[in-house]
């Protein structure tokens, strides 16, 4: 009679391959879903580092855009030269931007004006810095954004000479002594790199309008040119050229707040 030992030595090699067996049935079995459960998380990680790596310039782009600040501790660097305003009040305010830009805006209202109403005259000198791309904003029609109007709505108005030099002028549409029309000015330098703009609504005809424009920029001065010694230089040669703004209101038109005696004027007839 065989013992009970025996007959277990005798039958745990087949209970061992069976076990064998089946595990390697359950390895070719799962083996095809843990792949595709490692290859899914080998896609997630990828999309995952895509995004990551596409998230800070999501975020610089959806983050509000460097914009023009009023810099209320800045100095003022320009000046106009004129006593008496009658009933118009002035302003003068620095506008800086992060990428280094520099906007000095002169502005004249009516007293009687509601606040926001658009003023009387401007005149901003524009000295740029890093913000100042090929998409920016042409110069007319910057402009014309800040007159309220479309920048093909601005026509040329001819040339206006100052102590600058010749002064581009601008207009809406219509006929030349058109009184709702206000009338535009530009010009730009190279070195130093810099932009005199603005617009005068005052007077009653063009000629007028020329005349006020031509003295705004002949009265306007340099205070400080901080570390630039060119813009230092150019407001110097520019004094030189400077002429008698009296003389040019009678020949361009009837003197007005901006034409009054005191003010420098024009050098050469209009």
């Not at 209320?72 to 302003?91: C, E, H, I, N």
């Not at 309008?209 to 630039?228: P, Q, Y």
């Not at 050229?241 to 040019?248: L, Q, V």
């Amino acid at each position: 009679m065989r013992s009970f030992g025996a007959n277990r030595a005798k039958a745990s090699p087949s209970r061992i391959g069976e076990g064998l067996a089946d595990l390697v049935w359950e390895f070719r079995t799962t083996l095809p879903n843990l792949l595709a459960y490692v290859g899914m998380l080998a896609v997630l990680a990828t999309a995952g580092l895509h995004v990551w790596q596409q998230l800070p310039a999501g975020a610089t782009t959806r983050k509000a855009q460097p914009t023009w600040s009023l810099a209320t501790r800045s100095y003022p660097a320009f000046a106009l030269s004129q006593s008496d305003l009658g009933d118009k009040s002035d302003t003068y305010e620095i506008f800086r931007h992060p990428e280094g830009g520099r906007k000095d805006v002169f502005r004249w209202t009516d007293i009687d004006d509601e606040p926001g109403t658009r003023p009387m005259a401007e005149l901003e000198i524009y000295r740029p810095g890093g913000e100042l791309t090929p998409a920016s904003l042409t110069a007319t029609a910057e402009l014309a954004a800040r007159m309220g109007l479309e920048a093909a709505r601005l026509q040329s108005a001819g040339l206006l000479e100052s102590k600058f030099g010749p002064v581009t002028l601008l207009r809406p549409p219509g006929g030349p002594d058109d009184n709702r029309a206000c009338l535009g000015f530009s010009k730009d330098f190279d070195q130093p790199h810099f932009r005199i703009s603005g617009w005068s609504c005052q007077s009653d005809s063009l000629a007028a309008r020329r005349t006020a424009i031509g003295c705004m920029l002949s009265r306007l001065i340099l205070l400080t040119a901080g570390n630039d010694p060119k813009l230092a230089e150019l407001f110097a040669h520019a004094e030189l050229r400077r002429g008698d703004c009296a003389s040019a209101a009678s020949r361009g038109g009837s003197a007005d707040w901006l034409t009054a005696v005191e003010n420098p004027g024009l050098r050469s007839a209009f």
